[in-house]
């Protein structure tokens, strides 16, 4: 009884500040935090502070920045087509220095610490080499050494294959290993240190008023990830919701409270729209007088589905004289290229007069799960981009987010008078 | 039966040049044979060449030249007293880096080949990190993978300790771990590919006339090792002696054969004395009127052997009055101030009046299984150094070498005196 008392408390407790209460925290720190021996000594200070407070701590920590780039680059210069197997073995290898490194940095503090690299822990991953998948961490050899005091450091980016070789998890791995960690070890929170202080609003390049959000849910950091927002990339966030593992964005370079993705049911007052976000790199196509017939949109999008080009929004426009109809749809704009000529060779099959790309547009989206319950979002956005005399040239929404394409021009000003409409400038 | 004659045949064909015979070779390259990635290139085509022939081919290598001393720095600055298994997790990294990028230059020419870090062998060592010691070498996996024709590119200096952390040999570990592997595996040879092409009677950099030995035995190679001679370390021409593994010294950038360090049985014209070596980094310490009394050695000796300090050549003159003596000995002239300090800490109770120290003196050494048979090879040394006018500090001898301590700027002219006088120079 008193066991559970005491775990309702530190639920409760649980948003204080870092350091208030004793807690298990998983702290990732990117390459730009671990770039040089000042910098990784840094890191150290911060570690030993969280760890000085009674924490338990497990530090997640990437290459010197630049350092993987280099290794790339060997293996390119060795060969154009390396096997997975062999480059993993070597673009590990960053993490591995600066792991070592930390554990002397905090040693050298006082600090009881231990460097971990993915096949010590051990970090099971399939055999996807390159940009393999966390199927298991066994943390109880951790677990316990952190019980006794003792920090430990590990290898971001990469684990260990079924056949016992090196494998990586991809760019931004070592989030995805800090976020797989924290659920292994039930740690109270995962604090990923970047070179931002958290999640905005909006793009503070872009809009002056936006305002640092204190918490988010998951949902919403996923829409935002998908659509343009760079802080976390979708996979960790993803990891995080599935095993509702409690995210902190904060910066590694000064001390205010980050933002904190968390359930939606943590977030008592709900808003509308939390942030407005902006994608560029977008491209639009225009397909001119397809027929209008059963199965054209299979014929469409089936030869680009079969290679692998992402398609996001698709606008059908009436057909006037039920025989044919413009079909206008968004992909990547790196994949314009092959759109182009995958439609080329399917010309015969769809049936189509002309192909219209257009680069030069941008994905605007407002997200919030208050949505949900809130009539007439849509409406507002329309609006206020209406009143400013900004076309929209398609629209995709989901339950919690709404997305229009529109000229790549009007990014600002789209974005500040969304801003503005739903609310959310600073005070 | 059948099999028996096949070994049989195989040990006698044995030294034939590499690749006339089918064998299981062990390759082993150094840091500046592994530079940069035209290096790589052309160490793989080495590989190939030999695995081409029909050769089981196992490849040992160091990091890229420079690398692992960037790493120790970097822990150097880190903490100057750092944790040894830190220190061993980061710097065993640089060979991770260039065995992946050499099997990726070996399939890039169609050769099936792997990288191997040391726990993936594995390669077991104790805990003396930093200077670990091999245990065990489980070759199983590599020899059923060697005989499907897949070529094992294994990371040399590191292994894995009893306690699942990464432990490395030293330095010219990576010779360790090419001849224990060598070892392991049952290979037919171990190549040392290094920056000379072979063992020679003398320095050629000093002896114009010296010339390459086609064969040498371990204990010839053994003394020269420790005689000055850095073609080879110590420590991997005793593992190689203790197994019976023939090494070859070879160079990595031309194509002549090298000189093969094998067992005193497969040499049948023995010569009287092999090489000359000189030792520099030498220093003679004289203590001036010791007290003759029984006991003084252990006063003198005692104390510098608790403090680690390597006693080589001892002399101690004749007393003249009974009471008092002068005892000269040699020290490596980087212990010359540690020494110092021992001596006057134990002044009283060793007795003495005066410590003289030289630094300018240097050890010459002639080396030859053959002198166990052979009488006056010491009198006619003596004698060409006589002539020449040098004059002998100290003297000791082993069964197979003869060392005198000279001034140094004598250096050259005994080494090309005793060169001739013992009839090594080339026609």
């Given at each position: 009884m008193c066991r559970l008392a005491r775990e309702k408390w530190t639920a409760t407790r649980y948003w204080e500040p870092p350091g208030e209460v004793m807690a298990r925290i998983v702290m990732k720190f990117g390459g730009t935090s671990v770039a040089d021996i000042e910098r990784l000594r840094h890191v150290a200070g911060r570690v030993a502070k969280i760890a000085g407070e009674g924490n338990q701590v497990a530090v997640v920590l990437s290459a010197m920045a630049g350092t993987t780039n280099q290794l790339i680059e060997w293996t390119r210069e060795m060969s154009s087509l390396h096997d997975a197997r062999e480059y993993d073995a070597v673009v590990s290898t960053g993490e591995q220095v600066t792991i070592g490194l930390l554990a002397m940095a905090l040693q050298e503090k006082g600090i009881s610490a231990r460097s971990w690299q993915g096949w010590q822990v051990?970090?099971?991953?399939?055999?996807?080499?390159?940009?393999?998948?966390?199927l298991e961490i066994d943390?109880?050899?951790?677990?316990?050494?952190?019980?006794?005091?003792?920090?430990?450091?590990?290898?971001?980016?990469?684990?260990?294959?079924?056949?016992?070789?090196?494998?990586?998890?991809?760019?931004?791995g070592s989030d995805t290993?800090?976020?797989?960690?924290?659920?292994?070890?039930?740690?109270?929170?995962?604090?990923?240190y970047t070179d931002v202080d958290g999640v905005y609003t909006a793009d503070p390049r872009i809009v002056?008023?936006?305002?640092?959000?204190?918490?988010?849910?998951?949902?919403?950091?996923l829409e935002m990830a998908s659509q343009g927002a760079k802080v976390l990339q979708t996979r960790s966030v993803e990891?995080?919701?599935n095993h509702r593992v409690r995210v902190q964005v904060l910066s590694s370079f000064n001390d205010t409270p980050g933002t904190l993705v968390v359930d939606e049911d943590e977030i008592v007052e709900k808003a509308v729209v939390s942030g407005i976000t902006?994608?560029?790199?977008?491209?639009?196509?225009?397909?001119?007088?397809?027929?209008?017939?059963?199965?054209?949109?299979?014929?469409?999008?089936?030869?680009?589905?079969?290679?692998?080009?992402?398609?996001?929004?698709i606008v059908q426009s009436a057909s006037p004289d039920g025989t044919s109809t413009d079909m206008t749809f968004t992909v990547s704009r790196a994949d314009l290229p092959r759109v182009r000529d995958i439609l080329a060779q399917h010309r015969d099959a769809i049936g189509f007069q002309e192909v219209i790309a257009d680069g030069d547009v941008v994905k605007v989206s407002v997200i919030g799960v208050g949505m949900r319950s809130h009539a007439g979002v849509a409406q507002r956005m329309f609006a206020?981009?209406?009143?400013?005399?900004i076309n929209i040239h398609a629209i995709s929404t989901s339950e919690i987010k709404i997305s229009v394409l529109i000229g790549a021009e009007y990014t600002e000003l789209a974005v500040r008078s969304l801003h503005s409409a739903y609310g959310l400038d600073s005070a």
């Open positions: 051990p970090i099971r991953t399939d055999d996807v080499h390159g940009s393999a998948r966390i943390g109880a050899d951790i677990i316990q050494r952190m019980e006794a005091g003792e920090v430990a450091v590990i290898a971001g980016f990469q684990g260990i294959s079924p056949k016992n070789r090196i494998a990586t998890l991809g760019r931004s290993t800090a976020v797989a960690l924290a659920a292994a070890l039930s740690a109270d929170r995962c604090d990923i002056t008023a936006a305002r640092k959000l204190d918490k988010i849910t998951y949902e919403e950091m990891l995080a919701m902006y994608a560029s790199g977008e491209a639009k196509v225009t397909l001119l007088q397809v027929s209008d017939r059963p199965g054209v949109a299979a014929a469409v999008f089936g030869p680009l589905a079969e290679a692998n080009v992402n398609v996001d929004m206020a981009l209406s009143e400013k005399g």
